[in-house]
C-alpha cells in the first residue's frame, strides 16, 4: 500500500512503524474473510482491510479521529485473526494499538461512555476492588433484567445496554482468594526448575483455582512456583482501551520485579494462564522499546514469557489416567492461536494425557470476550458466542476447555456444557483433583 507520510511525520517513531505495517499491505482482502466482524456485518470497513484504509487516513491526514472511524475501530475486537490469515505479515495487531490511543488522544466520547470507559480502566485491573465491584454488580443483577432489550441487536450498542451486559457478568457467589502475593510453593521431590505464575487480575477474582491447578501441577512435576510480590496488572485491559500511559506504567512496574526475582531466586520462565495477558506480555519488549531504560529488560521479560502450555510441552507430565473417557471441545483462544500462534500443544497435552480432543468448527473465529468487548459491544459479542456454542454443541462435548478466562466467563453464559481451564484437566489427568464443575463464574444464567 502506497503511503505519503511526511518526512516530519516518519521522525516520530509511532508513524515510521505503521507506515512500515502499511506498506506491507497489498489491500488483497484474504484477512476480510476471517474476520469476525466481516463476517457478522458484511460492512468492508467492519474489515481488516477497512479498517486499515480508515487508520492510513487518520494517521496520513494528522487529523483527530471521526466518529466513522471511531465506530468501526471499536467494533474491531482485536481477534488477531486477520494476522494469521494475511500472507504479507502486515502486524495488524500494532497498527490498531496505535489508532487506539490516536482514539483516546484526540477523541471525545459522549460523556457516560467516557465514565464506563474510565470505570472499567479504574477497576478491572485492581483484584480488591473488582472483587467488591462484582459484589456490587451481583446485588444490581435484578436491576438489569429491568432494563430494555433492544428488539434487534445494535452493533451501536447504548450505554444502558452495556451497563446491562456488564450486570450479566456478574457470578451469581465469588470463591475465596487464592494464596497471597509473595507465596513460593517449592517443588515437591527433585528441583527441576523454577518459575514465576502471572497472578492475574480478574481471573483471580472469579476463578482462582485455575491458578491453584497449575501449581499443583508444576510442583508435582518438580517445578518451584513463585508468586511475585508486587507485580501488577498486566496492563492488558487499558493497553486495549489505548490508555497506554497507564499500560506502559504497569510494564515498567512488572519488568522491574519480574527482573529483580530472576537475579536473587533464578527464573526459567514467567508462566502465565490467561492468554489475552500473555499476548501483552510478549509484547513488552515491542511496547517499551524507546525507553532506554526499559527497552533491553522489556525484551528480555518478554522472551522469558511462556503461556503454561507452550511450558508443558517441554516437560515430561506424569499421566495417571484417572479420568476415564472424557471427550473435551477446545477452544483456541484469539489470544493463545492468533495472538501467540499457540494451537497444536494445548490439544496434543490432553490428549496425550488420556482425554478425547475434539476441534470445534469455525475455531478461528472469536467468542466474542476480547477483554471488555463482551461490554462495549455485547450485541456483536452475544452473536458470536452463540455462534460458538452451536459449533461446539456440533462435537458433542462433555466439557469444553480453554487457556483464557474471559473466553471461558463467555461461553458458559451460554452452554450447560461445564467450561474448565485447560490446565485444570492436565492436573487433574496428573493426579490433581476433578476440576469443579460448577465454579463460580463459569456457570451462569445470561441477561442477554
Ligand atoms: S490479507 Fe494482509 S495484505 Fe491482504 S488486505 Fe488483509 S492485511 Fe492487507
Ligand atoms: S483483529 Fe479481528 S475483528 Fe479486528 S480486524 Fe482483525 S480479524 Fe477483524
Known amino acids: 500500500m502506497k503511503t505519503e507520510f511526511s518526512l516530519a511525520q516518519l521522525a ?52 483527530p479521529p471521526t466518529k466513522e472511524v471511531v465506530k468501526h475501530i471499536d467494533r474491531c475486537l482485536s481477534c488477531l485473526a486477520c494476522m494469521t490469515t494475511c500472507p504479507s505479515g502486515v502486524n495488524y495487531m500494532h497498527l490498531v494499538d496505535q489508532a487506539r490511543v490516536r482514539i483516546e488522544r484526540d477523541y471525545s466520547r459522549p460523556l457516560g ?71 513460593v510453593f517449592p517443588a515437591i521431590g527433585d528441583r527441576r526448575g523454577r518459575v514465576a505464575l502471572l497472578q492475574g487480575c480478574a481471573q483471580q477474582v472469579l ?20 508468586l511475585v510480590r508486587d ?8 493497553h486495549h482501551l489505548g490508555q497506554d500511559g497507564d499500560a506502559l506504567a504497569r510494564a515498567r512496574a512488572n519488568v522491574t520485579v519480574w527482573q529483580s526475582e530472576a537475579e536473587q531466586g533464578g527464573l526459567d520462565a514467567i508462566l502465565v494462564t490467561t492468554s489475552g495477558c500473555g499476548t501483552v506480555i510478549k509484547d513488552y519488549g515491542f511496547m517499551l522499546r524507546e525507553d532506554r531504560e526499559f527497552a533491553g529488560p522489556a525484551a528480555r521479560i518478554s522472551a522469558l ?19 476415564g473417557d472424557v471427550t473435551i471441545a477446545y477452544h483456541s483462544a484469539c489470544s493463545l492461536q492468533h495472538g501467540q500462534k499457540i494451537t497444536h500443544a494445548p490439544k496434543e497435552l490432553l490428549s496425550k494425557n488420556g482425554f478425547v480432543v475434539k476441534d470445534v468448527p469455525e475455531s478461528h473465529l472469536c467468542c ?51 467450561v474448565v481451564h485447560t490446565i485444570e484437566l492436565l492436573d487433574w489427568a496428573t493426579g490433581g483433583p476433578k476440576p469443579e464443575l460448577k465454579g463460580p463464574g463459569l456457570t451462569r444464567p445470561t441477561l442477554n
Not at 507485580?231 to 487499558?238: I, N
Not at 514469557?305 to 517441554?314: C, F, N
Not at 460458538?388 to 462433555?398: M, R
Open 231 to 238: 507485580e501488577q496488572c498486566c496492563g492488558a485491559l487499558t
Open 368 to 418: 466474542g470476550s476480547a477483554g471488555t468487548y463482551n461490554i462495549l459491544q455485547p450485541d456483536i459479542a452475544s452473536r458470536l458466542r452463540d455462534r460458538k456454542i452451536a459449533n461446539i454443541a456440533t462435537v458433542k462435548p462433555d466439557m469444553i476447555a480453554a487457556g483464557n478466562i474471559g473466553c471461558m466467563v463467555q461461553i458458559a453464559g451460554g452452554t450447560s456444557v461445564p
Open 305 to 323: 514469557t511462556k503461556d503454561i502450555t507452550e511450558y508443558l510441552a517441554g516437560i515430561d507430565l506424569h499421566p495417571s489416567s484417572q479420568q
Open 207 to 226: 476463578a482462582p483455582r485455575i491458578n491453584q491447578a497449575a501449581i499443583n501441577l508444576l510442583t508435582r512435576h518438580g517445578i518451584e512456583v513463585v
Open 12 to 63: 516520530d517513531p509511532d508513524i515510521a512503524e505503521a507506515d512500515k505495517i502499511l506498506r506491507a499491505c497489498v489491500h488483497c482482502g484474504f484477512c476480510t474473510a476471517t474476520c469476525p466482524t466481516y463476517v457478522l456485518l458484511g460492512d468492508e470497513l467492519d474489515s481488516p482491510r477497512g479498517r486499515i484504509y480508515l487508520i492510513k487516513e487518520m494517521l496520513e491526514k494528522d487529523r
Open 113 to 183: 461512555e467516557r465514565a464506563l470507559r474510565a470505570v472499567l480502566a479504574f477497576v478491572l485491573p485492581r483484584p480488591g476492588l473488582f472483587r467488591a465491584s462484582m459484589i456490587m454488580a451481583r446485588l444490581g443483577r435484578p436491576l438489569a433484567g429491568l432494563l430494555p432489550t433492544p428488539k434487534t441487536a445494535s452493533a451501536t450498542p447504548t450505554l444502558l445496554r452495556r451497563i446491562k451486559a456488564m450486570l450479566a457478568l456478574a457470578p451469581g457467589s465469588l470463591p475465596a482468594p487464592g494464596p497471597a502475593a509473595g507465596s
